[in-house]
């Protein structure tokens, strides 16, 4: 069930909006429930992603030094 609710938006960001609904074919309202969704439903970072066990021995940001060493 959706219920209807009005904004007021500057005629700039209200241009865009319409410009990039037509653009991707969608309506308004689908833009913005989208982006709804996307910034203030989005779910929480929970932290990293765990894919090894053990010490770490590089960091990622160390990847291609591997590659330098002798």
């Known amino acids: 069930m959706m ?23 969608r309506s308004v309202a689908e833009m913005v429930r989208e982006a709804i969704r996307k910034v203030v439903l989005k779910s929480p970072v929970a932290g990293p992603v765990a894919l090894w066990n053990g010490a770490l021995r590089r960091l990622s940001t160390d990847h291609d030094k591997v590659h330098d060493e002798p």
């Open 3 to 25: 219920e209807k609710i009005q904004v007021h938006l500057p005629k700039k960001e209200l241009d865009a909006l319409r410009k990039a609904a037509a653009r991707s074919g």
